[in-house]
């Protein structure tokens, strides 16, 4: 089907862009990559008289080191996340998970502001950034706010950002020199059907683990009991509590059957990949 017709517009500042969505209001909406949004203008599931492209707008394509912080803009694609010396050096975890993203052609044009605003549940990054502790800088009519990742994603399609806000930064606190991070994900279709973020470090002399789960729920899903299992476990030791901590909590995920699979395969594979997250940070290596 043919794009309908609509009016673009290109601002070179952020309030210029903030002035034409306060202008055109709900008939218009932010634009990026247009990986999504033109997918769904071309569906007719969404229909906009006004574009505002945020491509021109100087500084959105910074990409750097903020004290401890990793800071994105919102142009910064998942293509510029997996080849940048510095997230290859500083998060080689996070490079890797962009280089899986779609193929190469989304990742030459989606950015991760995009990936995060349309909040498509299953995606690749959300996990992975609410392990790290992530949080997102949303610019309004009103001023900044910063919102942390893990309260972002409110359900399918849906995040704490007002329509009028632009997520104008995206800070990922650099991990301990010593943690350890894995990502995997798995699926059939273009997006995962699960994908799990894991860390693994020694904090004052005990095992330390972290685990997201995503793309299963409305939302990124903190595996606190697993977390809570694995306490103090060395890496040598996980076989004998991992399998069992992995299964209960992927047997209390809420999944539903979709064209992903059954409920009972999405938990089966989340809990195959909770195990192998954690084994691959942990050095391990994943079975
Ligand atoms: C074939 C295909 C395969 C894919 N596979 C994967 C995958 O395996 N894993 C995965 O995680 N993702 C996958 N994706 C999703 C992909 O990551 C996103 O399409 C892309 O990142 C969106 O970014 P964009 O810049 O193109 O956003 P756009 O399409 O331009 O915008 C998307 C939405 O976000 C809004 N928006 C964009 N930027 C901002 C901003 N800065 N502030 C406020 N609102 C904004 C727009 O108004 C729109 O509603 C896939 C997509 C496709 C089409």
Redesign the pocket.
């Given at each position: 089907m043919r794009l309908a017709p609509f009016q673009l517009h290109r601002p070179t500042e952020l309030q210029a862009a903030l002035t034409l969505r306060a202008q055109f209001g709900d008939d218009s909406?932010?634009?990026?990559?247009?990986?999504?949004?033109?997918?769904?203008l071309k569906a007719r599931v969404?229909r906009y008289e006004h574009l505002i492209d945020?491509k021109r707008i100087a500084g959105f394509d910074r990409l750097a080191l903020e004290g401890n912080e990793l800071v994105i803009g919102?142009l910064v694609?998942?293509l510029r996340l997996a080849t940048d010396p510095l997230v290859r050096e500083r998060l080689p975890a996070y490079a890797a998970l962009s280089n899986?993203?779609?193929?190469i052609r989304?990742r030459a044009?989606?950015?991760?502001?995009?990936?995060l605003?349309?909040s498509?549940p299953?995606?690749?990054?959300p996990a992975l950034l609410c392990l790290l502790g992530a949080s997102l800088t949303l610019h309004g009519p009103d001023g900044e706010r910063r919102v942390p990742m893990a309260e972002f994603i409110l359900g399918p399609f849906t995040t704490a950002?007002a329509d009028d806000?632009?997520?104008?930064a995206i800070r990922v606190p650099l991990p301990a020199a010593d943690e350890q991070l894995s990502y995997r994900s798995f699926?059939h279709l273009?997006?995962?059907a699960v994908g799990v973020a894991a860390s693994y470090q020694m904090q004052a002399g005990a095992s330390r683990y972290r685990v997201w789960i995503g793309c299963i729920g409305d939302h990124p899903i903190h595996a606190e009991s697993v977390e809570a299992a694995l306490a103090g476990v060395p890496p040598g030791a996980l076989a004998d509590v991992l399998p069992q901590a992995a299964e209960a909590m992927a047997s209390e995920l809420p999944a539903t059957d979709d064209i992903y699979g059954s409920a009972d395969y999405k938990q089966h594979l989340a809990a195959v990949f909770i195990k192998r997250a954690v084994l691959d940070s942990a050095g391990v290596g994943a079975r």
């Open positions: 909406a932010y634009y990026a990559g247009g990986t999504e949004l033109l997918l769904a969404l945020l919102p694609t998942h899986n993203v779609g193929n989304v044009s989606g950015t991760l502001a995009g990936n605003c349309f498509e299953h995606a690749d990054p950002r806000e632009i997520l104008t699926g273009e997006y995962p």
